[in-house]
Antibody, heavy 123, light 107 residues
Framework: QITLKESGPTLVKPTQTLTLTCTFS??????????VGWIRQPPGKALEWLAL???????RYRSSLKSRLTITKDTSKNQVVLTMTNMDPVDTATYYC???????????????WGQGTLVTVSS | DIQMTQSPSSLSASVGDRVTITCRAS??????LAWFQQKPGKAPKSLIY???SLQTGVPSRFSGSRSGTDFTLTISSLQPEDFATYYC?????????FGGGTKVEIK
């Protein structure tokens, strides 16, 4: 079955760079139609999509954060890494990675989520 | 960016009630709409994609529909495990955007 798990620091200081790793199993990111994305959720607030990387290395970013985000994949390790530069307290959130698949004419169907990891930005 | 507006933001209902949640897109998104369920402290769970297709394993009491740019999630008979927050999400275009959520509470 498909599982995903996020890992990374729980606390980062303002202006630092955050690096999160999503380690997954049950699928390959070299399979046509598959993607892995990142979504975050500030405490008590709604979900916010950040980035997505596809099997063919196509990458998509939230435009308002594009200058700060980088998403990469390591197919051999079954990992996707998200880096976010210049962290600020407003970036405090639970960060989720998620699997996307092709269905009904779209490659953007999110169907499986990781458990999430809370990242706090504070000095 | 496409804005997704959910209503109501919260509702109280009893076990066995029929519950309807609405999501309106700020522009046309075809059927590119998904619904997620989130319980406190847990990751979201995927319920529906393509406006009305159930994800594998989702009970048939959940259903989705579309009328133009208005989308509806219906729970035909609310069960104790359905008390949660529900989010809609459009995937017609980037950035993928979510609604603000609807919290379903016990009456």
């Amino acid at each position: 079955q498909i599982t995903l798990k996020e890992s990374g620091p729980t606390l980062v200081k303002p202006t630092q760079t955050l690096t999160l790793t999503c380690t997954f199993s049950g699928f390959s990111l070299s399979t046509n139609g598959v993607g892995v994305g990142w979504i975050r959720q500030p405490p008590g607030k709604a979900l916010e999509w950040l980035a997505l990387i596809y099997w063919d290395d196509d990458k998509r970013y939230r435009s308002s954060l594009k200058s700060r985000l980088t998403i990469t994949k390591d197919t051999s390790k079954n990992q996707v890494v998200l880096t976010m530069t210049n962290m600020d307290p407003v970036d405090t959130a639970t960060y989720y990675c998620a699997h996307s698949a092709y269905a009904s004419g779209s490659y953007r169907i999110i169907d499986y989520w990781g458990q999430g990891t809370l990242v706090t930005v504070s000095s | 960016d496409i804005q997704m507006t959910q209503s109501p933001s919260s509702l109280s209902a009893s076990v066995g009630d029929r519950v309807t949640i609405t999501c309106r897109a700020s522009q046309g998104i075809s059927n590119s709409l998904a619904w997620f369920q989130q319980k406190p402290g847990k990751a979201p769970k995927s319920l529906i994609y393509a406006a009305s297709s159930l994800q594998t394993g989702v009970p048939s009491r959940f259903s989705g529909s579309r009328s133009g740019t208005d989308f509806t999630l219906t729970i035909s008979s609310l069960q104790p495990e359905d008390f949660a927050t529900y989010y809609c999400q459009q995937y017609d275009s980037y950035p993928l955007t979510f609604g603000g959520g609807t919290k379903v509470e016990i009456k």
